[in-house]
């Protein structure tokens, strides 16, 4: 029967197997498997991940530390989407104090306030961890520049190469590419120009704000009356 089921099992993929019965302790390794799976192809499944971590909340003692810490480092490059968070609220709080999962909480702070670069510091001294998934550095940049894009119309080439962790030739590469694709601009002195969004250019927000068509209005009088 065992065998069977074991089968069954392996003509599902993960992303099934979790939606059909995500509680079956079974599936377990399959689960373990597909984290390494997502790291090795730079995929990224919250969902399977976060059934991973709610079964070893039932079975602690077959919890892989390695697999966990990937699956946060996986969370952390998702920013600025909040599943670094929802993975972290399954994990046991004395599990949080320990190494490797309290130096990713202290990089997970350090993003989410916009301190780059007491994150790549922070980073640089967990390198062989971190190394361990491709795609990293550049997630933390595309995140970065995220934030910029919302706080900055011109951001200083200084304050750019500290965010991103890039300088000389490379930096400028990088801005090379950001003009070309992503309507960048280089400005007077050592300023970049950053592409309009309803974030830094309020204005847009305004003079695109949504005008309520006069019939939505009047439905909603016979409900006030």
């Known amino acids: 029967m065992g065998k069977e089921l074991q089968k069954q099992q392996q003509s599902y993929t993960v992303e099934q197997l979790v939606a059909f019965n995500p509680y079956n302790p079974d599936i377990l390794p399959d689960l373990e498997n597909y984290v390494n799976e997502q790291v090795s192809s730079q995929t990224y499944s919250l969902d399977a991940n976060l059934c991973l971590l709610r079964h070893y909340q039932f079975e602690p003692e077959r919890m892989s530390t390695q697999i966990v810490s990937r699956i946060l480092i996986k969370a952390l490059m998702a920013m600025p989407a909040p599943d670094f968070s929802l993975c972290l609220f399954l994990i046991p709080e004395r599990v949080q104090m320990e190494e490797p999962f309290k130096t990713l909480i202290v990089l997970s702070n350090y993003l989410e306030t916009g301190r780059f670069c007491q994150f790549w510091d922070e980073a640089a001294k967990s390198r062989h961890l971190l190394e361990a998934v491709p795609g990293f550095e550049q997630a933390i940049q595309a995140y970065a520049v995220h934030v910029l894009s919302l706080t900055y119309q011109k951001v200083p080439r200084a304050v750019l190469a500290e965010a991103i962790n890039i300088e000389g030739p490379s930096l400028d590469k990088f801005i090379e590419h950001q ?9 007077k002195g050592q300023l970049i120009v950053i592409s309009q969004n ?18 939505h209005i009047t439905r909603i009088f016979p409900i006030l009356s």
């Open 179 to 187: 003009v070309a694709n992503s309507g960048w601009a280089i400005g």
């Open 198 to 215: 309803l974030f830094n250019h309020p204005e847009l927000k305004k003079n695109g704000a949504e005008i309520v068509p006069l019939e």
